[in-house]
């Protein structure tokens, strides 16, 4: 449910979804790049899609291609990107999160059984002879 209210109608997330899928389906569309500066002094240089050549494609859905018909005839790909990733990192922190506090007493069960078990290992390499790290 969660993914779906994040995800399932938001117009760039799913014109991201679907881009991919042209480009895995359909074809690679036309990229190109502008580079702004003076000399060897480049200030800006960006990759955008020329929208043109994914109009016509028939699978975009209507999130996707409410988005973009909104776009200008040269999408600039980095915001978009930045845009998409900063909505699935935050969806893998909330997912993150909810199994943490959902398994919080296995988890604390967890460090202990480990911390048990790191400190029978390093007894058992001195029993050996072995020295252990000065990392330990």
Known sequence: AESKLRFAEDPLCQF???LRNYCL??????????????????ETAF?????????SWTGWDAPARSFLKDCAAHIRLQPIIKSYCEK???????????FQNGNKADFEHLAKLQAVGHAAMLEDMKS???SPGPSQ
């Not at 389906?25 to 480049?42: L, T």
């Not at 990759?47 to 109009?55: A, F, P």
């Not at 699935?88 to 909810?98: A, G, Q």
């Open 128 to 130: 050996a002879g072995f």
């Open 25 to 42: 389906h359909v074809a690679n569309p036309i990229v190109g790049s502008q580079v702004s500066g003076k000399g060897n002094d480049f």
């Open 88 to 98: 699935t990192d935050e969806f893998r922190k909330w997912i993150y999160d909810l």
């Open 16 to 18: 991201v979804q679907q």
């Open 47 to 55: 990759l955008h899609l020329v929208k043109q050549s994914v109009m």
